[in-house]
């Protein structure tokens, strides 16, 4: 283990649980501070004065909280501090003594669990300043889109049901509807706009949409989630990320259905779904590939989740290789004509 000394944070809205372990699992310190950059950066800075240690002798480790862990997050990047953003069910999965809780506890769980699992250490990495603004305009775009769903289903049901609400409604909802529909196409401009201005990320859209099925939504927001596919190292990695890897579920002699889990980024998973049943229907291979699955007796769904993952795994392979997607087809006549030349 290469750090010395571990910092095991338990993150709310506005404070922070802290508890310090040096390798031997001996606390050393507990304290509480409060949840803003000025409170942690200068905590960071006692620590490691305090215990003359560098930056890379010491690790932070958190639960993934989602917002509240900005403020540790960007302190961490900024001083160049090792940190580990873990999944809150796996360390609670992970911990043998669960007699009562609270935040000091929690501190001293996590403290623990990093200790315990470093080999498992997966260190956070800020996403650049574009894939940041990507993320939140794509949130400001889905939560808009969220707003004229729920005020045009509201106008479907009193159309069908009560005709004087309709007519009111439809009067009230005139204007907001188009600001709405006005701002959503204002928002896709800048995020097209955004990815077209950098070149890596352009040509990371470029290579995932020649894909059959995956379209430019899925395609930003794997992006985002995958800070450009710097955050992951293989096709597995992401499948899982995406909950599309079934795992076996047995104990003895009892074998059951293998189950997807459900640590998963779950819009990915919604938007890999909708791609899967766009290529069963446009992309040959694909479809023949369903069809077969089938009709030889295999439930629907996991037939269409194995196609999930077929797909993770062609986007994967598009990335790394930096080329566009070939069918079988495309690819072999490609072998064909570059044999040919060579021979010419």
């Not at 935040?103 to 574009?130: G, S």
């Amino acid at each position: 283990m290469k750090q010395k000394y571990v910092i095991g944070i338990d993150v709310s809205k506005s404070k922070l649980d802290i508890a310090i372990l040096n390798n031997q699992l001996e606390l050393l310190q507990e304290r509480v501070i409060l949840n803003n950059r000025k409170s942690i950066r200068a905590f960071i800075k006692a620590v490691l004065n305090t215990y003359r240690i560098t930056r890379g002798e010491v690790l932070v480790c958190c639960e993934n909280t989602g917002i509240y862990n900005r403020p540790l997050e960007v302190v961490c990047s900024e001083l160049d501090v090792p940190l580990w953003v873990e999944h809150a069910l796996k360390i609670k999965w992970a911990t043998t003594d669960m007699r009562g809780k609270d935040d000091r506890k929690d501190a001293l769980r996590i403290a623990q669990y990093a200790i315990r699992y470093n080999d498992k250490l997966i260190p956070y990495r800020e996403a650049t300043e574009v894939i940041k603004q990507l993320g939140v305009l794509n949130k400001v775009r889905e939560a808009m889109l969220g707003q004229k769903t729920a005020l045009e289903n509201r106008l479907k049901e009193a159309k069908t049901h009560d005709a004087f609400e309709y007519q009111i409604l439809s009067k009230s909802f005139k204007q907001v509807l188009n600001a709405l529909v006005k701002s959503i196409k204002q928002t896709e401009e800048k995020i097209e706009q955004l990815i077209a201005n950098d070149p890596e990320i352009s040509q990371t859209k470029a290579l995932i949409t020649t894909i059959p099925g995956i379209g430019p939504q899925c395609a930003v927001n794997l992006i985002i989630a995958t800070n450009n596919f710097t955050s992951f190292q293989s096709a597995r990695h992401l499948a899982c990320y995406a909950g599309v890897v079934p795992f076996k579920n047995q104990s003895g002699t009892i074998v059951k259905k293998e189950r997807v889990s459900k640590m998963a980024n779950k819009n990915i998973k919604k938007l890999l779904h909708l791609a899967a049943m766009a290529s069963i229907r446009f992309d040959e291979e694909i479809k023949e590939y369903y069809q077969r699955k089938v009709s030889e007796g295999k439930n629907k769904m996991s037939v269409l989740n194995a196609v999930r993952n077929k797909l993770v795994h062609r986007i994967m392979s598009v990335v790394n290789r930096k080329q566009a997607y070939l069918s079988k087809n495309e690819y072999s006549s490609q072998k064909t004509l570059d044999f040919t030349c060579l021979i010419t």
